[in-house]
């Protein structure tokens, strides 16, 4: 069993920054492999950056490649998302999950454990 628990968004004009942090319960965290994911007003969740359980790994959605950065800390058991550059278009509840196993990593049905999401509104 893992808590996942996201904190660190907020209100953010256009071409700032901000980093989420999502803080695991349990000491198995480093067998985990993490995920956020968001959902802007009106639409589906949708996959936004994924890291392996090493941090060796990492994949993000082409829209925020090169502006967002997935990282881990297995000692402090915290997954961490830095955005840069932000857009009105990042605008969402942004989620973090963890799964132990997977197939497709921007998959959210292959997460089996969520936290319960921390807001992030961009202005232009």
């Known amino acids: 069993q893992v808590q996942l628990v996201e904190s660190g968004g907020g209100l953010v004009q256009a071409g700032g920054s901000l980093r989420l942090s999502c803080a695991a319960s349990?000491?198995?965290?480093?067998?985990?492999?993490m995920g956020w994911f968001r959902r802007a007003p009106g639409k589906e969740r949708e996959f936004v950056a994924h890291?392996?359980?090493?941090?060796?790994?990492?994949y993000y959605r082409d829209a925020v490649k090169g502006r967002f950065t997935i990282s881990r800390d297995n000692a402090k058991n915290t997954v961490y998302l830095q955005m840069n550059s932000l857009k009105p278009e990042d605008t969402a509840v942004y989620y973090c999950?963890?799964?132990?196993?997977?197939?497709?990593?921007?998959?959210?049905?292959?997460?089996?454990?969520w936290g319960q999401g921390t807001q992030v509104t961009v202005s232009s």
């Open positions: 999950a963890a799964t132990r196993y997977y197939r497709d990593y921007a998959n959210q049905k292959d997460y089996n454990y």
């Open positions: 349990g000491r198995t965290f480093s067998s985990y492999a």
């Open positions: 890291i392996n359980w090493s941090g060796g790994s990492t």
